[in-house]
C-alpha cells in the first residue's frame, strides 16, 4: 500500500484499466476513449504552452482585419461558455449522448476533458495574430520570466493533482469503463495546494497567461478574458460544492481564501477536514 491516497486511488485505478473483466465491445470503447483523450490533452497542453511564450503571435488563425477581432472573440467566449456549461446538469445530460447511450454516464469526465481540449485547441491554433509586438524580454529578464512560466504549469500540474488527477485529466471515465465499475469521484479536495487557497486550478492557470515573455495586443486580450473568467466560474462551482458536502465545504471556505493565500499569522494553523 502506497502511503499517499491519492497515489494510491490513481495506481489502483491504472491497474484495473490494465486488467479488465471481460466485456470485448466495452473494452474497446473505454481505450478508443482514452487515447483520443489523453492524445488531444496532450497537443492541447503543448500548443498553449507554445502559443503563450509566443504571446498569441504565431498561430494558424488567418481571418482578415477587422473581421480577425471578431472571430479571434469569439474564439475566447466559447471556451467559457461551453466550458461552464457543460458543468450544469443539462450540460451534463448532453456530455452522455457524445458516447455510446450505454456507457455515456460512465464516461462523462473523458467526454468533458475531450471537449475541454477540442475548445483549447480551436482557441490558441486558429488565432489570427494582430502582427503587433510590444515588447520582448532578452538576456536575463528572459530566463528570470520563462522561470515564472514554468513555475506557473508546475503549480497548475500540482493543483490538478490535489483536485484529483483521475478527474482533471479524463482519465477516470474511461479507465472505469474499462474495468466495468462506476466511477468513484475523490472527495472535496482540501489538501495541498487547498489548504491555502480554495481554487489553486484556476489562479494557477490564470498566471500562465501572465508570465510570458513575449507581450501583444493579443496576449494582454487572452490575458484579462481568461483572468476574469478564471475569477467568475469558480463561483458557480463552489454553489455545487455547497450543495454535495454541506457543512464540510462552508467549514473549509470559512478557513481558507478564495485566490489569495492569507498571510501566515503565529500559531495560525492549515484546514483539516
Sequence with gaps: MLKDQKLQRLFDLVRGALFPPPGRARIIVAYAYGIICHALVGLEVLDMIAAKIFGMSKSLGQVPAPWSVIANAALIL?????HSLLLTKRGGKSL??????????????????????????ALFALWTPSGII??????????????????????????????GAEVQSGALGWMSLAQD?????????????????????????????????????DQLALAIALTAYCLAAPMLKERRFAKRYGDQFARYKSQVPYAIPRLPKQGSKAFRS
Excluded at 78 to 82: E, I, M, R, S
Design 134 to 163: 510590444w515588447w520582448q524580454a532578452e538576456g536575463v529578464a528572459f530566463w528570470v520570466i520563462c522561470t515564472a512560466y514554468a513555475a506557473s504549469w508546475a503549480l497548475l500540474i500540482k493543483a490538478s493533482y490535489d483536485a
Design 181 to 217: 465499475a462506476k466511477p468513484k469521484f475523490p472527495d472535496m479536495p482540501s489538501t495541498g495546494t487547498f489548504r491555502f487557497i480554495r481554487q489553486p486550478i484556476y489562479v494557477a492557470f490564470a498566471l500562465t497567461t501572465w508570465t510570458v515573455p513575449v507581450w501583444t495586443p
Design 96 to 121: 452522455s449522448k457524445l458516447a455510446p447511450k450505454r456507457y455515456g454516464a460512465t464516461l462523462a469526465t473523458t467526454t468533458y476533458a475531450i471537449v475541454a481540449s477540442f475548445q483549447l485547441l
Design 78 to 82: 466559447q471556451f467559457p461558455l461551453v
